[in-house]
């Protein structure tokens, strides 16, 4: 793809926000066990920098697919799908925390925080690279992030896509279709 990319945030910025967040989430945990869990695809590689930021506690990692988005728009269906090792994880004593790229409408959330919850997690709290109030649809709260953004404008970078493109790129920026 071809499109122009209007840098908003840069390499640099970005590895200092996820820094803050991963030393933020290494206070309040210590001495819990937590089991990170990264929406894909978008927050691969926020999760990625993230667990190299966070320190004294121990943690697991997993990934969980919710797909709401076909191009740039949210169609509200959110279908969510993982493996067995999520599926059978015992739950008891772990407190959960769902790393996102995007916190937009929330509906993915919702749903995602509803299945830990099922699932007997002590806790379930949510890590978003970026934070799109404005646009939410319900009560979901950011407990970690680094960005709020307030535009109404749709941003590729940092392992966001459109069309799973420019997820690659180091920066995140406005996609200009
Ligand atoms: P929602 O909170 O259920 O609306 O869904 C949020 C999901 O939509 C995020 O995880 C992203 O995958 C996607 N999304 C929302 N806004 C953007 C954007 O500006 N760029 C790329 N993906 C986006
Ligand atoms: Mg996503």
Do not use: W
């Amino acid at each position: 793809m071809n499109n122009t990319i209007i840098p908003i945030y840069t390499a640099e910025d970005i590895a200092e926000k996820v820094k803050k967040v991963g030393k933020k989430i290494s206070e309040d945990y210590y001495g819990k066990k937590i089991l990170l869990v990264g929406v894909l695809k978008g927050a691969f590689l926020f999760l990625a920098d993230l667990i190299r930021n966070i320190e004294n506690v121990d943690f697991e990692v997993s990934f969980i697919r919710a797909k709401s988005y076909n191009g740039n728009k949210s169609t509200g269906n959110v279908e969510i799908s993982c493996d067995d090792d999520l599926k059978n994880f015992d739950f008891k004593d772990h407190h959960v925390i769902i790393v996102e790229d995007i916190l937009d409408t929330g509906l993915t959330i919702a749903v995602l925080k509803d299945y830990f919850d099922s699932k007997g997690a002590e806790s379930v709290k949510v890590a978003a690279f970026m934070d799109k109030p404005s646009n939410r649809v319900n009560d979901i709260k950011a407990d970690y992030f680094c960005y709020e953004f307030n535009d109404d404008k749709f941003v590729v970078g940092y392992g966001l896509d459109y069309n799973e493109s420019y997820r690659q790129l180091p920066f995140v920026g406005e996609l200009v279709l």
